[in-house]
């Protein structure tokens, strides 16, 4: 969440107002001024935010969802849980049978986050690029209006 200051005319009638977040990892849910705008999924991570920004004080939120590849990399670095065979578990942990009523009760204390049934990651895996990673920035432009067409038929 950043609060900032936009000069007058920026954002008056006839500017065209764009908010761009830059290179994303992966989502964003994007609220301007305390309105959910949209949630971006792809770049461009762009936005026209015209009808949203005004002449002084704004605040912008961006709430970021990444991938689970980093958690399960960090977790990795902590005591395991399960025995490996190569990718695979040797068995399943006795905290996970089925039909067991508390099963995060029983869960060893490890500080783990994530639980694979297969191993993925190793805490040698290379962490992927996560977040908002940027620039943001806010763009003004006068909004030019072309008319196309003209006589049809020929």
Do not use: C
């Not at 399960?72 to 902590?78: K, Q, R, V």
């Not at 990651?121 to 992927?128: A, I, R």
Request: proline share 8%; charged share 25%; glycine share 10%.
């Amino acid at each position: 969440t950043r609060a900032f200051e936009v000069p007058a005319g920026f954002a008056s009638s006839g500017r065209a107002v764009r908010l761009d977040l830059g290179a994303v990892k992966n989502f964003a849910t994007v609220e301007v001024n305390g309105r959910r705008v949209a949630t971006l999924w792809k770049p461009p991570f762009v936005l026209d935010v015209s009808r949203l920004v005004h002449a002084g004080r704004n605040r912008i939120t961006v709430k970021v969802t990444n991938l689970w590849p980093n958690r399960i990399i960090g977790d990795e670095h902590l005591p395991p849980e399960v025995q490996w065979r190569g990718n695979h578990m040797e068995h399943w942990p006795a905290w996970l049978t089925p039909g067991k009523a508390r099963i995060q009760a029983d869960r060893p204390k490890t500080g783990r986050v994530t639980f694979e049934t297969w191993h993925y990651y190793d805490k040698s895996s290379p962490l992927l690029p996560s977040g908002l990673l940027g620039p943001v920035r806010l763009e003004s432009a006068r909004r030019i209006v072309l008319t196309l067409g003209g006589r049809s038929g020929g």
